[in-house]
């Protein structure tokens, strides 16, 4: 097993900001994810570049660029999916409330940095410099612009939050997700990790590099499960995205066959500083539920991790499932600057900060989402 001191040269091959600019920057974002409209740029200089992506108030755009489309319409779309509707109506009428005014206070006229088009942003070590140059730069080109980081928490981030916060940062919780670390240690006291383990060596399917011919067949399946299975609104990547970003060496696609060749199951892990996600997960669902495609998958990126020294984020969904592999619930949050506006849109995010923290947070903790 290599140690993260080891790995760490690895890992820039995982989060390469020249890699990412050489696929998006200047290029449109449909061809890539079908219902994302965003403008990819970078911010900063030399080894302190990041992407960012700059929006005006688009209409349905996938939640990963677009404020109102996380806090409203997913919000939505989860408490019809997951809550009783004693909970779910009186839940679904505030969002729609609480999301037209935020569509006049123009919540989506937003720059959001270090933004990699993916439901989880993993983040290096802080540079305060770096930090205050990106905000002054953002304010400078975009005046007219909230400024977001997304994708933090006080488990493994608490660094940028406490920097964002003495910059003026609102703090607006979005999700809860699971964080993994010492893996090895967990996979000998979590007996359902254990399982899912041995699963990866008794699985009747077999684990495969990625061909030119798969990449269509990978939109599918990922389709089949965050598109069709839970919500119309994550990015729903296409065939280009896949072969782009795995060409670049921004994604590892690891995939499992059947007995004929046919791909039935595949998971994309993205990785930088040290820790590894999984924005693309998808497998046939119309398959049998004994062959137990999502915990072949969840294994196969814990493994990773283990063989190479990483922590993991799973992102939200599923809790109850990473619950009991180890993964220790975290509020994320999004850090927002918005001092530079007008009241009326600076009034409109302390109310969005009221709710979540007043209603989302407990919700998702209670209800261990």
């Known amino acids: 097993m290599l140690n993260p001191a080891q790995h760490a040269s690895e890992c820039l091959i995982g989060g390469d900001v020249d890699d990412f600019a050489r696929v998006h920057v200047g290029q449109p ?58 909970v779910s109506y009186p839940l679904t009428q505030l969002c729609r409330l609480a999301g037209a005014g935020l569509r006049r206070a123009d919540i989506d006229r937003a720059v959001t940095i270090n933004n990699w088009l993916l439901s989880t942003n993993l983040y290096t070590s802080l540079e305060r410099d770096t930090l205050k140059q990106w905000i002054r730069e953002a304010r400078e080109r975009w005046p007219d612009h909230a400024i977001w980081f997304r994708s933090l928490n006080d488990a493994w981030t608490p ?19 699971y964080l ?3 893996i090895p240690r967990l996979a000998r006291r979590q007996p359902n990790l254990k399982v899912d383990l041995r699963l990866l060596e008794r699985t009747p399917l077999r684990q495969c590099e990625i061909r030119e011919s798969d990449y269509a067949r990978i939109e599918q ?96 969904g599923a809790a109850h499932f990473k619950r ?26 302390r ?13 998702m903790t209670r209800l261990k989402l």
């Not at 690891?254 to 999984?278: M, Y």
């Not at 619930?329 to 600076?346: C, D, G, K, T, W």
């Open 29 to 86: 974002t449909p061809p890539f994810v079908s219902n994302l409209v965003t403008r990819v740029e970078t911010i900063g200089t030399g080894a302190q570049r990041v992407p960012i992506t700059v929006n005006f108030s688009e209409r349905d755009n996938a939640w990963v660029c677009s404020p109102y489309t996380a806090y409203c319409a997913y919000a939505i779309d989860e408490a019809r999916r997951l809550m009783p509707s004693l």
């Open 159 to 177: 660094d940028w939050i406490a920097a964002l916060r003495e910059e003026g940062a609102l703090l607006v919780p979005s999700r809860q997700v």
């Open 180 to 182: 993994y670390s010492d």
């Open 221 to 316: 399946l990922y389709a089949m499960l965050y598109l069709q299975k839970y919500s119309r609104l994550n990015p729903a990547y296409r065939a280009t995205f896949m072969e782009s970003w795995h060409r670049a060496g921004l994604l590892r696609l690891t995939g499992f066959r059947d007995s004929t060749g046919t791909l039935q199951a595949v998971v994309g892990t993205f990785e930088r500083a040290g820790v590894v996600t999984a924005p693309v997960v998808g497998y046939n669902t119309a398959l049998p539920q004994k062959l137990g495609l999502y915990r072949l998958l969840m294994a196969a990126v814990l493994k990773y991790a283990a063989d190479t020294g990483q922590r993991v984020n799973l992102s939200a």
């Open 324 to 349: 009991t592999r180890g993964g220790v619930p975290a509020i994320e949050y999004s850090a927002v600057l918005a001092n530079h506006l007008p009241a009326r849109r600076q009034r409109a995010l």
């Open 351 to 363: 109310g969005l900060v009221w709710l979540t923290e007043r209603i989302g947070v407990p919700l």
